[in-house]
């Protein structure tokens, strides 16, 4: 005999009545209708947009434009922001986990962004730094926050995240004068390049160029 | 009607073993140890707020509460702290101690369902707060959580049923819980290997190349990949085709467990060469609880009754 049938004949089982049982499960499966309808809007609305944008291997049109605003419809992106019923489907997708789709990777492997800073020092010495974290898990999600910063049309957003982890540097090396942040990305070879010995490369699309005071704590990024 | 209506709650509350919420009990409790272990050095650092720490977590909340503001962030967590006479940073640093203490009890089993609702809000708060630096493996654990948290709660291998003879719940929640979970799994790899089938890289092994080089996921010399670049293509069709093609397979019995052993290695080699080890263990987690769990009865089993044959019945 199994462990779980042991189990099942030791301990008591609390069963419904079958009527109110079957009211029970007709509750719980509209529930689930509701959730998954989200779970599938999220995805066909993200998948759909790839498509609109062509960003895919299918020709863009304003088929695929009109289907992703149904796919929007659904999870209420055509009321205001305000909207109870909007913030009440971004709450239940965020708690549920389901506020993204599932395309890792896809279609295609994004830009490898990166962030190099420049510390300048009063006697004219000059050395370069990279965001710092103590373990490769928080490294891993640098390079998602990098593919924010890359991403957002929001230049003051892009600056103040910039800043703030310049500020985070500089305070490790509280007597630099001037740090410079040089935003951008990598361009890898491809295969074809690689075995021609060809070597990455880095593309700047950013600079910004801060200083922080060692004796004005009030100095940091202002939010 | 009667008869669609009565083939769907069939389908959905079929009478299952509890096996798979002790699968996803005890794994998702183990990779929220993992998620915190590994985020240890940098906990206060991640979370400091007014301006300190990496991204100061006011920042990325502010962008959260614009999305929705009744998100939880961990600054709810700070408020209700403060009101006890405790600090920021000590706050922050309770939440870790919190996250470890529930994924433990939800290991062991220990007060089930509170473990679940705690870890799946402290873990939600943390996530939100630190947003701008959150990838899928949080997402994942979050619907774990989410799931686990209304699941037939405790089954019988946690203690609350070896010791404190809790009573277990009718066999047909366990199979309405398994199968929402199935069917969620199965959205999840249908329109991830959708989107990589829309893209021209997975085709021709480039988007293969460019995500094992691409730091911080070039854990394998790119000398190393070049040497087996004629692998590349078919790779990359593979992964498109297994993920696509997972409803189908993984709902019908006689595949179920080759697919399942194809996706779970799929996972190996993602964390053996990308080094998302958290991802794939959360991925096999719920492969394992959603599909895994009647793998041991499934050659005494009637092949005509796995979930695709039902489903073929329900419409």
């Known amino acids: 005999m199994s462990l779980l049938s042991r189990r099942q004949n030791a301990v008591p089982v609390a069963e419904e009545n ?19 309808t989200l779970v599938l809007a999220v995805s066909l609305q993200a998948t759909l947009r790839l498509i609109a944008r062509n960003r895919t291997l299918l020709r863009a049109s304003s088929f695929w434009q009109g289907a992703e605003s149904v796919a929007a419809g659904v999870l209420a992106q055509h009321l205001p922001e305000t909207n109870p019923v909007r913030q009440g489907v971004v709450t239940y997708l965020n708690a549920a986990g389901i506020e993204t789709s599932y395309g890792f990777f896809a279609p295609n ?31 891993k999600r640098l390079s ?80 | 009607m009667k008869s669609l209506r009565a083939s769907l709650l069939a389908f959905f509350f079929s009478p299952a073993s509890d096996l798979w919420l002790a699968l996803l009990r005890i794994g998702t ?20 707020s007014n301006g300190e720490g990496l991204i100061s977590r006011d920042l990325t909340e502010a962008v959260v509460s614009a999305e929705g503001g009744l998100i939880p962030t961990v600054s709810w967590l700070a408020r209700g702290g403060a009101a006890l006479g405790l600090t920021d940073a000590v706050t922050v640093t309770a939440v870790w ?15 089930s369902r509170t473990s679940a609702v705690v870890a799946w809000l402290f873990h939600l708060c943390a996530v939100k707060s630190i947003g701008l630096m959150a990838y899928g493996v949080d997402n994942f654990t979050t619907t774990a959580l989410f799931y686990l948290m209304l699941a037939p709660l405790p089954d019988a291998y946690s203690l609350d049923q070896r010791w404190r003879k809790f009573p277990a719940k009718a066999a047909y929640w366990n199979g309405f819980g398994r199968r929402v979970l199935q069917l969620h799994v199965c959205v999840i790899y249908f329109f991830s290997g959708l989107t990589k089938m829309l ?8 988007n293969l190349w460019r995500a094992m080089t691409r730091a911080p996921f070039n854990h394998v010399p790119p000398g190393w990949i070049a040497s087996v670049s004629c ?46 080890y958290l991802f794939a263990f959360i991925m096999a987690v719920l492969n394992l609880a959603a599909f895994g769990s009647d793998l041991p009865s499934l050659r005494r089993a009637n092949p005509h009754s796995g979930f695709a044959t039902v489903a073929a019945r329900v419409t």
Request: net charge negative.
């Open chain 1, 109 to 139: 492997v994004p830009f490898n962004y990166r962030l190099v800073f420049e510390l300048h020092y009063a006697d004219g010495r000059v050395e370069t730094a990279l965001p710092e974290v103590a373990d490769a898990a928080a490294g």
């Open chain 1, 144 to 223: 998602n926050l990098f593919d924010h910063i890359a991403t957002t049309r929001n230049d003051r957003l892009r600056e103040t995240l910039i800043k703030m982890l310049a500020y985070a540097v500089w305070q490790n090396h509280p007597e630099v004068v001037g740090v410079r942040a040089a935003f951008g990305y990598a361009r890898l070879p491809t295969l074809a390049q690689f075995n021609r010995g060809e070597k990455e490369s880095y593309q700047t699309v950013y600079v910004y160029d801060f200083a922080f005071a060692a004796d004005h704590p009030e100095s940091g990024p202002e939010l």
């Open chain 2, 231 to 276: 692998l590349l293509p078919a790779a990359g069709i593979l992964i498109a085709v297994i993920e696509t093609t997972y409803p189908v397979f993984m709902g019908w019995k006689r595949t179920r467990l080759v697919w399942l052993c194809l996706v779970l290695a799929m996972h190996a080699g993602i964390a053996l060469t990308m080094g998302l």
């Open chain 1, 18 to 36: 079958l009527s109110g049982g079957r009211n029970w499960k007709v509750f719980w499966l509209a529930l689930f209708v509701v959730h998954f």
């Open chain 2, 199 to 206: 893209g021209a890289g997975w085709w021709d092994g480039s």
């Open chain 2, 29 to 48: 409790g183990l990779e929220l140890l993992l998620y915190c272990a590994s985020l240890r050095g940098d906990w206060s650092h991640l979370f400091a």
């Open chain 2, 97 to 111: 101690f919190v996250l470890v203490s529930a994924s433990i009890f939800l290991v062991l089993g220990i007060f």
